[in-house]
């Protein structure tokens, strides 16, 4: 079985600063997707960004960046700029992508305040 | 377009007692998802329908929750009866075949006394 792990429950940050949150997981397959997904106060998980596991290139949103090392298996989420807005739960999930179920396995997330 | 539909947003219930939860997916998209989400935990899977099949309900307690999705569109989920640890948010998310990435509802907040 998979299991994913983050090892910040809680980080803050100041406005405009850059943050990194860390995700570890571990499996033994090979294709695979890698997700962070944000979820508000107001409980709607949102998707960050996403990676495939077969693409050694970053995956990149706008201010929103990952850090994929295949090899070490962790996958980490850096935000540039940080807004206000971007205060939530931060969930990091994997997918098998050759299982016929597209389950996700969440972390047990990152709390970040972003302070003003 | 509209998102995942999820009602109620809330629901108070006594132990023993039972809860339906409703979701509608996005049009279109065939595979709907139940997870549970414990406080201070992350989401669990508890059961995925494509179409109006079940693909994996592995992690239900199917002594007591129950889920249909009988003409492949909205769903529902049942607990019968509640127990104090079933308090959870209950989130559906849904997605199309051709994608990977789940788009989730708001969720409906339970608890049980």
């Known amino acids: 079985a998979q299991t994913v792990t983050q090892s910040q429950p809680e980080m803050s940050v100041q406005e405009a600063e850059t943050v990194t949150l860390s995700c570890t997981y571990d499996?033994?397959?090979?294709?695979?997707?890698l997700f962070w997904y944000k979820q508000p106060p107001s409980r709607q998980m949102i998707l960050v960004i996403r990676q495939e596991a077969y693409k050694q290139q970053n995956a990149t949103e706008n201010r929103f960046s990952v850090n994929f090392q295949k090899a070490a298996k962790s996958f980490s989420l850096k935000i540039s700029d940080s807004q206000l807005g971007d205060t939530a739960m931060y969930f990091c999930?994997?997918?098998?992508?050759?299982?016929?179920?597209?389950?996700?396995?969440f972390g047990k997330g990152t709390k970040l305040s972003v302070i003003p | 377009e509209a998102g995942v539909a999820q009602s109620p947003r809330y629901k108070i219930i006594e132990k023993r007692q039972s809860v339906a939860f409703w979701c509608n997916p996005i049009s279109g998209h065939a595979t709907l998802y139940w997870y549970q989400q414990i406080l201070g935990q992350g989401p669990k899977l508890l059961i995925q329908?494509?179409?109006?099949?079940?693909?994996?309900d592995s992690q239900l307690p199917k002594d007591r929750f129950s889920a249909e999705r009988l003409k492949g569109v909205d769903s529902t989920l049942k607990i019968q009866p509640a127990k104090l640890e079933d308090s959870a948010v209950y989130l559906c998310a849904s997605s199309s075949i051709r994608e990977e990435t789940q788009y989730f509802g708001p969720g409906t907040r339970l608890l049980v006394l």
């Open positions: 329908f494509q179409n109006n099949g079940v693909v994996d």
């Open positions: 499996t033994s397959e090979s294709n695979y997707y």
């Open positions: 999930a994997f997918m098998n992508s050759g299982a016929g179920s597209y389950q996700l396995t």
